[in-house]
Nanobody, 124 residues
Framework: QVQLVESGGGLVQPGGSLRLSCKAS????????IGWFRQVPGKEREGVSC????????HYKDPVKGRFIFSGDDAKKEWYLQMNSLLPEDTAQYYC?????????????????WGQGTQVTVSS
């Protein structure tokens, strides 16, 4: 059974940084995609960043380009989202997702496995 567990969320002031972690268990795919998504109440879940192992590509949604950095440790099956220069509009529940489709995509329907989410609040 595949499980994804996010951690690292919290309350941070505007301009601050957080690093989210996503730890997988039971996920043995050699090739895969990982996505980071976020959602605020009343709005659809939106993709933030993704990685595809087929071509080692990483993609970022425009609002976070230059501020967020995706990284990962394949051996540990753990992935990270370094979030810098945080803005109040980054406040959301953040989710990681995984799938055996090995190309980077920010479409929620692509991913079969989801974590429970971690809350990020950016406020002074």
């Amino acid at each position: 059974q595949v499980q994804l567990v996010e951690s690292g969320g919290g309350l941070v002031q505007p301009g601050g940084s957080l690093r989210l972690s996503c730890k997988a268990s039971g996920f043995t795919e050699r090739h895969y995609a990982i996505g980071w998504f976020r959602q605020v109440p009343g709005k659809e879940r939106e993709g933030v960043s993704c990685f595809g192992s087929a071509d080692n590509t990483t993609h970022y949604k425009d609002p976070v380009k230059g501020r967020f950095i995706f990284s990962g440790d394949d051996a540990k099956k753990e992935w990270y989202l370094q979030m810098n220069s945080l803005l109040p509009e980054d406040t959301a529940q953040y989710y990681c997702a995984a799938d055996q489709y090995p190309f980077c995509t920010l479409h929620t329907r692509t991913y079969n496995y989801w974590g429970q989410g971690t809350q990020v609040t950016v406020s002074s």
